[in-house]
């Protein structure tokens, strides 16, 4: 395993004349939580979307685990595990039957003892048979956690993984990725809004606005780097605000 | 189990499941099955009205149905496979690429190690598998209901012809399952998914007939082909065109010749490399659909 | 009736400005005309076969002589009105049917609701919109076909017809209306959305495509191509004689066709254009006294449609179905 799980140089995306992404050079190395910070439109989304295939840059290059997003997609994808923003299911089918065939795409071999071994993980077994239709949003949000590393990804990339949990879900929540990454060894990519929790769950932090990286750390560097600031949030605030003036 | 036939089972768990496709297969399989007891009776009433015309002394022309086979009561299924079938065919498939655009689940299928086209393609294999079977239970019901009302059982060329009207019959629902997954990966809301295909629906089977033939819409409805306009002139013209797409009157051609309806003339190839060319260009498009347009996001 | 004023406007602006819906309206609009295009053409064929056949006559010296064929401007309407029939009515279940559905998906029945309206004012304002709509739709789809009919048709008309055209294009408004209505109700009655269209495209093609369709297939003159008593050589006085034995099976077929609205507004409005030989060329009386019971029955579901949509359209059954 390469000491660097994902790395970005100058990547750039374009929607039309609008720029969503300008230029990004990223590091984040293996073992890492890494929390995404930025307001609403930044470009967080895209670069969730780049760096899982699902779209390709205007210019620029990203690699995960060494293996190129562009020319080596398909290693990039074996790679990866994904919980997009708001995750949903086939509704009509039961949480064992949408594992089954999440599983089976990602070509994992024993189907049935990896689900209950990754339900059993997530202290989440016993809702196999229950039809996704009928689940809350926090058992929904367990429920892409689990498809997401079913096939044992490397790095774990989670689109603002907390909205719309309640403080039990997002306490909950934290616990599973903090397991995923000392447990697993994954290398966890997260975007979030919810400042507090990156606080409690990432080692290391980005800041994106309008699509420019202005700043990368690990949290213990950031929070001593601002003692003048109380909180996480305020240092967000204060280097954004620096940013914009 | 593969990566193949792990999407075409769980396409085909997924249809199942819907229950637009379960009310839309009752209707279906129901009509095939009363489509016997109709055309029985049809038969019965128009041999009545030539024994009271004979009995008058109004006719002494031969009686038009003495010479027809079991076959002749399957005629209405052809125009339930044109209507229900092809609606069926359109709604499944609208719902196959909708179902993953709607839950955003093809985030999750294209995050993995899957190509576009290779799950395009098992879903649409999984999807002909389903209306193959669909039809099969058919054609057995449409085999069991003609020999009930022939009182005895067809024979095994008239069960050979039936199978052969339902195997064209799956080629000819192809094409529009192709063209509802189609609009389930470009329309941009649920309603227009489902709605612009029914329109190209109607446009092919009621209003292209129209152009080459003028002949009238409800008109078409009727199994026995109503005679063509005279093809000069205007209609010489708009034939020539509106012929090779009208995909219906194709199936309709086709299905009457396998059914040795004695009115249907003509060869049934061209009518089937028409269905075929149709069948494997929409086969052919929904496959080469791109991974954005799969991900893109609906407005309703 | 202010709230239901401003509703019905928000819906009609509403529609107006979203495009599929007037590219719908656009594309029944080509379909009519078109129609009118062809039964023009196949009209001018048979005039140059009459010319020719008289013309063969002279030249083979014989003095016989064959009536011309005779133009009735309003029958060249029957393929256009069946597509009214047909594909109007899927565009009317539709309009209903998103009428409700977009209010559900967008999230604005809270809005709506959470304002002092009166019980029916919701489902009013709705109604009125679709009314309006489908009174000035329909009376643009009549004027142009009424235009392509004088111009392409080449058709004289005179004031008589005038009048059966206002009766038809009446019959179409309150089928089509009764159709977005029937639509209406089933999307707010229905709690899941993909449900309630399911069953109003399923409904649409039992009553519009299926039972007529049966009724067709049913009538031993449809049997054979060209008609079976013209096969038996039989002709029309002979024919009722014949059929005057069977009118315990033609009653039950009538009966089949009958359930159908789809048939009672074809046969009403077929009567009005003079599509139907019994009633060409009639006197508006002889028409409405022939056709009376169609029109009753059309009317009848159209009572029956707007009072299912206004009892299915009350806050307490639509936010209760929300899932």
Not at chain 2, 229 to 234: E, M, R
Not at chain 2, 272 to 289: E, H
Not at chain 3, 50 to 72: C, I, R
Request: aromatic share 8%; hydrophobic share 50%; glycine share 8%.
């Amino acid at each position: 395993m390469t000491a660097t799980a994902i790395s970005t140089t100058a990547l750039t995306k374009r929607y039309g004349p609008h720029q969503a992404l300008r230029e990004l050079n990223l590091t984040v190395p293996t073992g890492e939580i890494f929390g995404l910070l930025g307001h609403n439109g930044a470009g967080k989304t895209t670069i969730v979307n780049l760096l899982t295939t699902l779209m390709e840059p205007s210019s620029g290059t990203a690699e995960i685990n060494g293996h190129d997003i562009t020319t080596a997609a398909t290693a990039v994808r074996r790679s990866i595990g994904y919980l997009p923003e708001n995750v949903q299911f086939y509704d009509n089918l039961t949480l064992a039957e949408n594992l089954i065939f999440f599983a089976r795409l990602s070509g994992v071999r024993s189907v049935g003892s990896r689900i209950s071994e990754v339900l059993d993980f997530l202290d989440f077994s016993g809702h196999e048979n229950q039809r996704m239709g009928t689940f809350s949003k926090g058992m929904r949000q367990r429920a892409g956690i689990a498809q997401a590393i079913l096939h044992e990804p490397s790095v774990l990339f989670l689109d603002e993984p907390t909205s719309g949990l309640d403080p039990q879900g997002v306490a909950k929540l934290r616990e599973t990725i903090i397991s995923l990454n000392t447990k697993l060894g994954m290398t966890i990519f997260m975007n979030t809004h919810l400042l507090a929790e990156v606080t409690k769950t990432c080692t290391s932090i980005g800041i994106l606005s309008s699509g420019t990286l202005i700043y990368q750390d690990s949290v213990d560097a950031t929070l001593k780097s601002f003692p003048d600031q109380e909180s996480l949030e305020d240092i967000y605030l204060h280097i954004e605000a620096g940013q914009r003036a | 189990m593969n990566r193949w036939t792990a999407v075409i089972a769980h396409e085909l768990l997924c249809t199942m499941r819907e229950r637009l496709p379960q009310v839309l297969l009752a209707v279906f399989v129901g009509m095939v099955a009363a489509s016997a007891f109709i055309g029985s009776s049809a038969r019965a009433s128009v041999t009545g009205v030539y024994s009271e015309a004979v009995r008058q002394g109004l006719t002494t022309v031969p009686n038009p149905f003495d010479s027809l086979s079991p076959l002749y009561y399957a005629r209405n299924s052809v125009i339930y496979i044109v209507l229900i079938g092809a609606l069926l065919a359109i709604v499944v498939g609208v719902y196959s690429t909708l179902r993953d655009r709607q839950a955003r689940t093809m985030d999750l299928v294209l995050s993995r190690d899957v190509r576009p086209s290779f799950y395009l393609s098992a879903k649409l294999a999984g999807l002909g598998l389903f209306t193959a079977l669909l039809l099969a239970v058919s054609a057995v019901i449409s085999i069991a209901c003609i020999s009930v009302v022939a009182g005895r059982i067809i024979s095994v060329d008239d069960g050979a012809r039936l199978v052969g009207l339902y195997a064209v019959a799956w080629l000819f629902i192809l094409p529009f399952l192709c063209l509802g997954m189609l609009a389930g990966l470009y329309a941009t809301s649920v309603t227009s998914a489902l709605l612009i295909p029914i329109v190209v629906w109607s446009v092919t089977i009621f209003i292209l007939p129209l152009l080459g033939t003028a002949a009238h819409p409800v008109s078409l409805l009727n199994p026995v082909a109503s005679p063509p306009a005279i093809q000069s002139g205007f209609f010489a013209v708009t034939s020539n065109l509106v012929n090779p797409l009208s995909l219906g009157e194709h199936f309709k051609h086709a299905g009457a010749l396998i059914l040795a309806d004695p009115q249907a003339t003509g060869t049934v190839t061209t009518s089937i490399w028409t269905i075929l060319a149709f069948a494997i260009a929409a086969c052919v498009a929904v496959i080469m659909t791109r991974r954005g347009r799969m991900r893109s996001a609906l407005h309703d | 009736m202010t709230e239901i004023l401003t509703l019905a406007r928000k819906e009609i602006t509403d529609l107006r400005r979203n495009r599929f819906m007037v590219v719908l309206f656009a594309f029944l609009a080509v379909a009519v005309v078109l129609s009118v295009i062809v039964a023009s053409a196949d009209f001018r064929l048979k005039i140059a076969d009459y010319q020719h056949y008289v013309d063969a006559l002279k030249a083979a010296g014989s003095s016989a002589t064959a009536p011309e064929p005779s133009l009735f401007p309003l029958q060249m309407l029957r393929g256009g009105i069946e597509y009214l029939e047909i594909i109007g009515s899927l565009f009317a279940v539709v309009l209903g049917y998103s009428m409700i559905t977009k209010e559900k998906g967008r999230g604005t029945l809270a809005l709506l609701f959470s304002r002092p309206l009166g019980r029916y004012a919701f489902i009013g304002g709705k109604i009125l919109a679709v009314v309006l709509l489908w009174v000035s739709t329909v009376a643009a789809l009549f004027l142009v076909i009424t235009a392509s009919l004088l111009v392409i048709g080449n058709a004289p008309l005179h004031g008589g017809d005038y009048v059966h055209l206002f009766f038809a294009a009446a019959h179409t408004a309150v089928y089509l209306i009764m159709w977005s209505l029937l639509a209406m109700s089933l999307a707010s009655l229905i709690r899941r959305t993909g449900t309630g269209l399911v069953l109003a495209l399923v409904l649409w093609l039992v009553v519009v495509l299926i039972i007529p369709q049966i009724g067709d297939t049913m009538d031993p003159d449809n049997q054979i191509p060209g008609g079976l008593f013209a096969s038996l050589q039989v002709d029309k006085s002979h024919e009722q004689a014949v059929m005057a034995h069977f009118t315990g099976y033609e009653t039950t077929r009538d009966l089949i066709e009958q359930t159908s609205v789809t048939k009672q507004y074809e046969r009403a409005t077929f009567a009005y254009l003079g599509i139907k030989n019994e009633y060409n060329q009639q006197p508006l009386s002889f028409i409405w006294a022939g056709t009376f019971n169609n029109t009753l029955w059309l009317l009848a579901a159209l009572a029956a449609s707007v009072s299912t949509a206004m009892l299915s359209g009350t806050k307490k059954i639509i936010l209760r179905k929300v899932s």
